[in-house]
């Protein structure tokens, strides 16, 4: 029997627990190392043989269409399917029901895998649910499973029932499309589908599998991407910057002298770092940013375009693409409350910084505090809370 | 302004031809045709055959029957003598049918030449110049089709590149006077074409013709003279791949390119500038004793070219003055000391050609300002300065505006005198462009609903004061050429003196506001306007609360120095011109009567 | 007898050696690997050749021309978008009468095996059997014939590998008009022969022993040492007094080897290079056209292209260096881990305990720099003086 080569992504979604990133972008869409996340699935993909995709897009979907077009570019073809309000995973599936094979792969677009996570499933000849183990079960459905079948998904379970979570890959057949009925979540559909006797194979993979849900993971989804990358150097590195392990510099970078660069990291075109900064593992820098003297980075994510003045700490932060910082900023990391969506999270983190946001002079930002999209701020400010988009310290 | 080309080759042409003519359309669209040459199964003579219609290429491809023949022409037109008609469409025979010629140029003594070839029993099909040279080749040709062709073209006056074909020959004979031609370079084949975009999908080796040239161009050889001299021309290799001119998933190639603007601000930029030095590095070198500059350009780029006026200004003890090409050459004035700077997108605009040519005779150092390496200007210019902007198809445009507008900033930066607080502080601008210009384009949905409002009237007024007064005319410009709708730019000051008359209800006014000394006036000229009742929609910056209470709609822009202001209005005004043109369903990338590379005079 | 190569691809495995020549103009002991395969060709009896060029064609047209030199005749056909081989080999049916020889242009198979397809009746393919097959067309057979074309199994059905060679016949063409893109969005000549075979048409096969394959820049060191073992030797340079050579050594016209230099073979040395005095040149080395390998300077199992110079005190070992590069006095290359351990190229592991560095065109490099092992420098880099080069380097890269 010959393997599966469609799959269908769930991309439409936008990501409410990563503003103030998904303001701008579709979830989907949030740059990685340097690519979107969907970016990795669809080479996950490609690399197991499976190039005809439909992607189901609805928030912000121009950006995904712009950036993958028909997928030639990424050695896939691509069609587009628009669900326009996003009503459920189950929904979006609904809507490519005239488009599928009868037999394809369904994956979310928000996780970060690679081709051995999703390499097992290829050749699923039946129904499928790809699971993993975690240790840290509270944020998925963990799924029971007896003699090679799922037996059950529990979303989000108080007790420690299995270590084996749900990834929300499957491998279908296209009876799946006669038990969406009008249900909201796959997971219910996975339900409903094993009351009725419809069998669903367990199968488990090893390989990566990170989703992206809270603003923190963003710095884990590009630990994990920066630990894999091969060094590659380019640009002009001046003569007495110390640049050690894997670091990837792009064309059109220049490194100044005394700058001290530990991989893994990245950075990216056209950069003007330093001289004197020093740039510590874990951190990437986007396409056009630049780092004043005397200031350091630390397990961070400079987006694109990105000012930085001099003698600034920037450390387990996030500053979004855009955003123009003047000198002496601080970002330290620290134990934090964080409040997002309603919910409180115990992290360890420092600070994140919205697109396109203008921070003055001497500006020292609490750990886990978000400041949103286009806000400014004047010198010489403590933030020690939350800022909205657009808001504005005097 | 049409687009030719031609094949002699192994293979069938007709799709060959077609498909380069579909790369062309650019250039003109208005009607099209081929003429391929036949040899007949039953051992008659061989004969020409020619189909020609109104109306784009992929219509007459339904309609076209297959025809077989390893040599043909074809020929997409935009009309300049003689109404769209079939029978104006090209290819032109001459009286026997056995001679067919595609052109793109004016013949200026067409007429006279016309009533001679008539009186001799020459007998015409059409209203347009070219089928006089038809007629005149008729005349010469007694089996040497390349000497009648010679000695038909030394009796025209005028802008030609032409493609000739006759029944019975291999060979195709193409000549060009200042009028653009490439030869497509193939294996046991060669294509000629108006543009290297139709021979992309064949070869990316290229000969460029130049004036006076006559080639004759079979399968197997090119052979080209000029004067009566064999003379060689250089092979050039395009770097340009077919996919980078293409759609990629957009709508229209014009909001492509909109949407490539942050990435070509970043190219243009590239190498020249750091922040944390400060530092502009330019290859220019300005000589020692120029007093002054004057910029030659045409369209868009004469817009940027007025903006360019008042930053080099502004910046530089340099006296500027901006000239429209075309106006150049009536134009007496001492230059003993100017630099003059040519700017053309595609480096082949005939008028700014000629200016610059004007220019050197006069002894002044020329500059050009282009966008395609290897183009007509930059072999006559002194000194070239690249705008790397990337090829741009559409016909409005747009990147190439703002990769142009970079150009003159960083000239003007690097011949400035400031101190360096403020050079700091323009590096830093330039830098945070691209970034700044992607801050407009995230809000498109907004503009698009101002466009929705904009798109049912039918005369619409931009106001600008200072360097926003080109912007607004580029913005009248772009809604012009792809709207349909008319619409004036005026500076703020001068509506007063006149048109006045023309506002009311049905005149909606954009107007640009700027948060430096032109602020407080162009209020002024607001409220005048408000209090003759036509709908104003201001661009203004960001944190503006004042604006709201004087207009009925506001575009927001980002806060930047003034003097940068014109990149993101111009960006605004753009996407204003490009969704009010989607909202009235007009064909965007082929608006009507125009064309991308404008080499007639 | 016609034979059609295709020639066309740019071989991105094989950066930054193809960033200024397609892959199959990536010398091998002096000669571009295409040269070898056409020599095979002509030795094996046939002299028209029709070559399938696209990525940096002008490189191979400038170099073969139209075959005067080789004693044969080469057409060209080009194809821009790299759209598979069976589109590549499309436009070629209005210059193919009979049956032809079909074969990729970047691997070499010898003359005795050529001679061994072209003989054959109907279509036939060739075939080698090899323990890896990774990245490589499987095929399975039965009865004499080929069986079945898998573009990639996992576990590989077979370890009989296709080697891109073919006797075929004009039936081909009307296989390949019939034949739809791959997954991979690429007209496949697999393809149109699975077709052909489905269609009733048989497809035989021959299998080939002496196969040169390349697929990363390292392999070209094993199949340059293979083929310089193979050269006859020829001396047509000066060579000065109290010049050792020793074993199979070439020295090309209007070479100089001056006083003191100290060759062992097999090497080839090509046109117009200045060599010496005193430099020691060990097995497995291919010097270019035009290069200078000058004072103390010692090269061992290494590929340097023309116009390159090597000029004083350098080390090069298990290296290739491209086209127009300069080593400025001093700069060595490490070729050996301390540890011992297998050299990695960016994360490809070449299996190799000895490997040097890989330069690419133009790469300029300081006093005293250090190339260190499995280093990759994109072409026209600037390495500063003292500096140690690691890893990739990407194309203009200035490490200072």
């Not at chain 1, 050749?123 to 037996?151: C, F, P, W």
């Not at chain 1, 964080?338 to 002079?361: F, P, R, T």
């Amino acid at each position: 029997m010959e393997g599966i080569t469609q799959a269908i992504i769930l991309a439409a979604g936008e990501g409410q627990r990563l503003k103030p990133f998904t303001g701008l972008l579709p979830k989907v869409m949030l740059p990685i190392a340097g690519n979107p996340i969907l970016q990795y699935v669809v080479e996950a993909l490609a690399q197991n043989g499976i190039r005809r995709i439909v992607m189901v897009v609805g928030y912000k979907k121009e950006q995904v269409q712009d950036y993958f077009s028909s997928g030639q570019g990424f050695g896939v073809e691509i069609d587009y399917v628009v669900q326009p309000q996003q009503l459920g995973t189950a929904h979006a599936l609904r809507q490519v029901r005239d488009l599928a094979d009868d037999r394809f792969l369904v994956l979310a677009g928000d996780n970060v895998i690679d081709a051995n996570t999703i390499a097992p499933l290829v050749n699923a000849a039946a129904n499928t649910m790809l699971i993993k183990t975690q240790e840290d079960v509270s944020k998925y459905g963990v799924v029971l499973v007896h003699d090679g079948l799922i037996r059950e998904v529990i979303e989000k379970p108080a007790e420690k029932i299995s270590n084996l979570v749900n990834t929300g890959i499957y491998a279908f057949n296209r009876e799946v499309f006669d038990f969406l009925d009008d249900e909201v979540k796959l997971t219910s559909v996975i339900q409903r589908m094993i009351t009725m006797d419809c069998d669903i194979f367990a199968q488990e993979t090893d390989g990566t599998w990170l989703d992206a849900v809270y603003p923190w993971d963003i710095l884990k989804l590009n630990n994990l991407i920066l630990s894999r990358i091969s060094p590659s150097l380019g640009g002009t590195i001046e003569e007495g910057a110390v640049v050690k392990g894997a670091v990837s510099i792009g064309d059109g970078t220049i490194i100044r002298s005394n700058c001290y660069i530990v991989g893994p990291a990245l950075i990216g075109d056209d950069c003007e770092i330093g001289p004197s900064v020093c740039i510590f593992p874990s951190s990437s820098v986007g396409n056009g940013a630049v780092i004043s003297p005397f200031s350091i980075v630390r397990n961070a994510i400079i987006g694109n375009n990105v000012l930085i003045g001099p003698s600034s700490a920037i450390q387990d932060s996030i500053i979004a693409p855009g955003a123009i910082i003047r000198g002496r900023f601080t970002a330290r990391s620290g134990e934090a409350t964080m409040m997002i969506e309603g919910e409180y999270y115990q992290v360890k983190m420092g600070a994140i910084v919205g697109n396109y946001s203008e921070l003055a002079d001497n500006v020292i930002v609490a750990p886990g505090v978000i400041i949103g999209n286009h806000c400014r701020i004047k010198p010489m400010k403590v933030i020690g809370e939350n800022i909205p988009d657009g808001g504005l310290v005097i | 302004m049409c687009g030719i080309v031609g094949y002699a080759g192994y293979r069938e042409s007709q799709p060959i031809l077609l498909e380069s003519l579909k790369r062309l359309e650019y250039r003109g669209y208005d009607s099209c045709g081929i003429a391929v040459s036949v040899n007949s199964a039953l051992e008659t003579a061989p004969t020409i055959e020619v189909h020609k219609d109104v109306g784009r290429v992929v219509d007459m491809e339904k309609n076209l029957p297959c025809v077989h023949g390893r040599v043909g022409i074809g020929h997409t037109r935009w009309a300049t003598h003689g109404e769209v008609s079939p029978a104006n469409a090209h290819p032109h025979l001459d009286c026997s049918g056995r001679i067919a010629v595609v052109h793109n140029g004016v013949i200026e003594n067409f007429q006279s030449l016309r009533d001679e070839l008539s009186r001799e029993g020459h007998h015409f099909s059409s209203e347009t110049d070219t089928e006089v040279i038809a007629h005149l080749i008729e005349n010469y040709y007694s089996g040497d089709l390349e000497g009648a062709v010679a000695r038909a073209l030394a009796e025209l006056v005028g802008t030609y590149a032409v493609i000739v074909m006759a029944a019975g020959h291999e060979e195709l004979v193409v000549a060009r006077r200042e009028s653009p031609l490439i030869i497509g370079v193939g294996d046991k084949e060669n294509f000629v074409a108006s543009d290297v975009a139709a021979v992309l999908d064949y070869t990316g080796s290229v000969v460029y013709l130049e004036d006076g040239d006559i080639a004759v161009v079979s399968g197997e050889s090119i052979t080209i003279t000029n004067n009566g001299d064999r003379v060689q021309r250089e092979r050039q290799v395009i770097p340009w791949s077919v996919e980078e001119a293409q759609k990629g998933g957009y709508e229209h190639f014009m909001l492509k390119e909109i949407h490539e603007q942050p990435k070509a601000i970043e190219n243009t930029l590239k190498g020249h500038i750091s922040l944390i030095e400060p530092l502009i590095a330019l290859d220019v070198v300005k000589d020692e004793g120029l007093e002054d500059v004057l910029i030659v350009a045409c369209g868009t780029s004469w817009h940027a070219a007025l903006i360019g006026e008042y930053v080099i200004g502004k910046l530089c003890h340099l006296p500027v003055r901006v000239k429209v090409a075309s106006e150049f050459n009536h134009y007496d004035m001492a230059m003993d000391k100017t630099w003059v700077w040519g700017i053309s997108q595609s480096g082949e605009t005939l008028d700014t050609l000629r200016a610059i040519k004007k220019a050197r005779a006069l002894g002044c150092p020329t500059l050009a300002i282009t966008n395609v390496p290897g183009s007509s200007i930059t072999r006559i210019a002194d000194q070239v300065f690249y705008t790397r902007s990337g090829p741009e198809i559409g016909v409005a445009a747009t990147k190439t505006f703002m990769t142009q507008l970079v150009a003159l900033y960083l000239l003007a930066m690097s011949f400035t005198s400031l101190d360096m607080m403020a050079y700091e502080g323009l590096i830093e601008g330039l830098r945070l462009l691209p970034s700044k210009v992607r801050q407009v384009l995230d809000e498109v949905g907004k503009i698009a609903q101002h466009a929705r409002e904009l798109s049912p009237y039918a005369n619409v007024f931009f106001i600008g004061r200072g360097l926003n007064y080109p912007v607004a005319m580029e913005g009248a410009l772009k809604l012009k050429e792809i709207s349909y709708i008319h619409a004036e730019a005026y500076p703020a000051g001068e509506l007063k003196h006149g048109p006045f008359a023309l506002l009311g209800r049905t005149t909606p006014v954009v107007a640009i506001t700027t948060k430096d000394d032109t602020y407080e006036p162009m209020l002024t000229s607001i409220k005048e306007i408000k209090a003759r009742g036509p709908q104003v929609i201001a661009l203004a910056e960001e944190g503006d609360e004042d604006i709201e209470q004087f207009v009925d709609a506001v575009i927001r822009l980002p806060q930047v120095d003034p003097l940068f202001s014109p990149f993101l209005n111009s960006v605004a005004l753009q996407l204003l011109a490009y969704y009010t043109a989607k909202e009235r369903g007009c064909p965007i990338d082929l608006p009507a009567n125009l064309a991308k590379s404008v080499t007639v005079p | 007898m016609k034979a059609v190569i295709l020639a066309a691809g740019e071989g991105k495995r094989m950066h930054p050696l193809t960033y200024t020549r397609p892959k199959v103009m990536v010398p091998l002991a002096g000669r571009p690997i295409l040269e070898h395969l056409v020599l095979e060709i002509k030795q094996a009896g046939i002299r028209d050749f029709i070559f399938i060029v696209g990525y940096r064609d002008e490189a191979v047209r400038n170099h073969f021309g139209h075959g005067e030199r080789w004693g044969v005749s080469i057409d060209y056909m080009t194809q821009r978008k790299q759209s598979g081989t069976a589109d590549a080999l499309r436009p070629a049916s209005g210059l193919i009468d009979g049956s032809f020889l079909l074969a990729n242009g970047d691997a070499i198979v010898a003359s005795g095996e050529i001679r061994r397809i072209i003989t054959r009746d109907g279509n036939t393919m060739g075939l080698v059997e090899t323990e890896d097959t990774t990245d490589m067309g499987v095929v399975e057979v039965r009865d004499g014939k080929v069986a079945r074309i898998y573009e990639k199994a996992e576990p590989p059905p077979t370890q009989l590998v296709n080697a891109g060679i073919y006797l075929l016949t004009p039936e081909i063409f009307s296989a390949i008009s019939a034949t739809h893109k791959s997954s991979r969005g690429e007209y496949e000549l697999t393809d149109s022969l699975q077709l052909l075979m489905e269609g009733g048409i048989p497809l035989s096969y021959e299998m080939i022993a002496s196969w040169i394959n390349i697929s990363y820049p390292w392999d070209l060191l094993r199949a340059n040492e293979e083929l310089l073992i193979q050269m006859e030797p020829a001396i047509q340079g000066e060579i000065e007094d109290h010049v050792v050579l020793s074993g199979s050594v070439s020295v090309g016209k209007g070479t100089v080897i001056r006083s003191g230099s100290y060759i062992v073979g097999p090497a080839v040395i090509g046109e117009n290079c200045e060599i010496g005095p005193n430099c020691y040149i060990r097995p497995g080395t291919a010097i270019g056209d035009g290069c200078h390998i000058g004072t103390a300077v010692e090269v061992k199992n290494s590929i340097v292209m023309s116009d390159t110079n090597i000029p004083h005190h350098n080390y090069i070992g298990d290296s290739i260096i491209g086209a127009n590069c300069n080593l400025g006095a001093g700069t060595k290359v490490a070729n050996l881990r301390l540890d011992k351990a297998t050299i990695k190229v960016g994360s490809v592991d070449t299996g190799r305990r000895k490997l040097g560095a890989i330069v690419g065109d133009g790469v300029q490099t300081g006093i005293n720099s250090c190339l260190n092992v499995g280093c990759s420098i994109g072409n026209d880099s600037i390495i500063g003086p003292g500096v140690v080069a690691r890893g990739i380097i990407r194309p203009g890269a200035r490490i200072l």
